[in-house]
């Protein structure tokens, strides 16, 4: 389980709200940072707004930059962390297991029987102080729960989960007010 290398990607809106910065970083099993990436702001045009519609967002944080950081990292994760759901997808086009993850809500925590029928599981653990998590992986990649669900009630354990994101998220604010490339 030390050896494990832990992806989480993301992509958030630029400050200026028309642009989008892709991000991944990798970890070990305790969340300490291993490798870090990130895009350039990416910026639609009109025409693309128009002609991608609502699947402009997919196209970007997938085809633009999520698949495009994958292949440059030298540290493959054994698995992927996403925090949008339409990230999910990129399991088809990567080989690494990609998993949904955002804080669980308390009336899941409540009824894990319900939350489960919706292809969700809850992530808890009593003897850390940590919230718990809910996670949803692709369903045309069930091997993917029994391969990883071990690994990854292990590592919530060692730390937060969801922080990462935050960190990431910190990240690109620094960029954003430093270089130009990131607004």
Do not use: W
């Amino acid at each position: 389980m030390s050896k494990l290398k832990i992806g989480f990607y993301s992509l958030y809106e630029t400050d200026i709200k028309d642009s989008y910065v892709g991000t991944l970083l990798i970890t070990d099993s305790y969340g300490i940072p291993l490798e870090f990436k990130c895009t350039h702001s990416v910026k639609a045009t009109a025409i693309q707004k128009a002609l991608y519609g609502e699947r402009l967002q997919p196209y970007i944080g997938i085809e633009l930059c999520g698949l495009p950081l994958m292949k440059s990292i030298t540290n493959s994760p054994d698995f992927l962390f996403v925090n949008e759901n339409y990230l999910l997808t990129m399991r088809g086009k990567i080989s690494t297991p990609v998993i949904l993850i955002a804080r669980a809500d308390k009336e899941n925590q409540d009824k894990p029987e319900e939350f489960a029928k919706e292809g969700k599981l809850l992530v808890a653990h009593e003897y850390n102080n940590f919230e718990p998590v809910e996670i949803q992986y692709n369903q045309d990649f069930a091997k993917d729960t029994k391969a990883t669900l071990e690994d990854v009630n292990t590592i919530s354990a060692n730390f937060d989960l969801i922080e990462p994101f935050e960190r990431m998220k910190k990240s690109v604010e620094i960029l954003g007010k430093t270089d130009s490339k990131f607004k």
